[in-house]
């Protein structure tokens, strides 16, 4: 029986690959026409069209689902990796190619003036969900009603202070306090699994470059990085470093610029970059080690928990506070009708950015705690074993 079952589900996965590669002509085809028609609506610049960048990203993204399926075949698990990393360089390549040749659109609607009402609307709701959820399902663990609050509060932050709150030490404190409570979360909850992490070579060798590989990314995402410098804001084609300040997120922040022509390679490091990548980088870090760990324990990924948890959450990582990227990803589909897009995420009365970065630290927080707990007690039912994931709601 276990051979024809074997047997059976060889067959499936053949049949799904015989059944995907006609549907993937047809994209390639489809993306072939396209073009012609978006080519008068700002989506080709520097000399490449938009939709060859997106097609690399697509196909990294087709990889990265065959690598899933095929570490669930037994023999073809050892293809796996080679596949998941051809997948991650294509989407990489894509992704910082739509950044960097992008249309920057040249002035801001007249409809964002709604954008601090509604930034004021979404952080009351925050506020509001997370008291009601934390009392009704975690009564006894105030710290998931506080990140909520948190969240909430680096939502509307811009919105409630004049000039955005970039000299404001609330500003700092907010700045400080969310990654402080995500440290406090996992050290009572998950401090044991960590270390458990970290003293594991494959678990920690997989989440450092999770770790790396998502601080590339976002730095070419959010512009703190280029390999397209504008030679005719402050720079005279020499190589320099100096100091200056960044106003993001939410508050002015020391920054080290840098311009290297021999590469060319422009760009910034600032404490808040920094901050933004180990709090979203780490968490990425911890999902990509737990998971391998299971992998390594059980040989299969839980398709119901941390995998699909991790693959979900990545993606609203790959997008919160990097407004180029997602301007650039949707660019290359409508071209500049697309602007919308960019200005929701630019302006920083915005709550779109603030609420992809808050989506995205729930969503990772709660696929670790998930992966790391099967069970998944509620305060409710701690004494039967059953309910919901215990997880933090922003």
Known sequence: ????????????????????????????????????????TGTTHAGTPHWVLLVFVVVGLAAGGLSVRLLR?????????????????????????????????????????????????AGTGMVVGSL????RYWPRRPRYTALGVLLAAWVVYPALLPAGGLTNPVGYLIAAAVPATIGYVLWTERRE????????????????????????????????????????????GEGFVRLFRVGSPLVYWPALEFYVPAIPLAGYVSIGTVLLTLILGGLIALNAASITQQWQVTREVDSGGASVGAVVSSGATACCCCAPAMYGVVGAAFGTAASPVYWAFMDPTSPVGGLFFAGAVSM??????????????????????????AAPTA
């Not at 549907?23 to 080519?39: E, H």
């Not at 051809?86 to 409809?111: K, R």
Request: proline share 6%; charged share 15%.
């Open 132 to 135: 009601l959820l934390g009392i």
């Open 1 to 40: 029986m276990a051979g024809m079952q074997t047997t059976g589900e060889t067959g499936g996965r053949a049949r799904w690959i015989r059944r995907s590669i006609p549907a993937a002509i047809v994209a390639f085809v489809t993306l072939q026409i396209v073009p012609g028609v978006q080519a008068h």
């Open 364 to 389: 990772l927080l709660w696929s670790f705690l998930r992966s790391t707990d099967p069970v998944g007690e509620t305060d409710d039912d701690a004494s039967t074993g059953g309910g919901t994931c």
């Open 73 to 121: 075949a037994d023999r073809a698990r050892y293809y796996s990796l080679p596949v998941l990393v051809v997948g991650l360089v294509l989407v990489l390549f894509g992704s910082i190619g739509l950044v960097e040749i992008q249309v920057t659109p040249p002035t801001a609607p007249d409809w964002t003036g709604w954008f601090e009402v509604l930034n004021l609307l």
């Open 193 to 236: 699994r960590v270390r458990l992490l970290l003293g594991r070579r494959w678990p920690r060798r997989v989440g450092g470059l999770a770790l790396l590989a998502f601080a590339g990314f976002f730095a070419f995402s959010a512009g703190s990085l280029t390999l397209n410098p504008d030679l005719g804001v402050g720079m005279s």
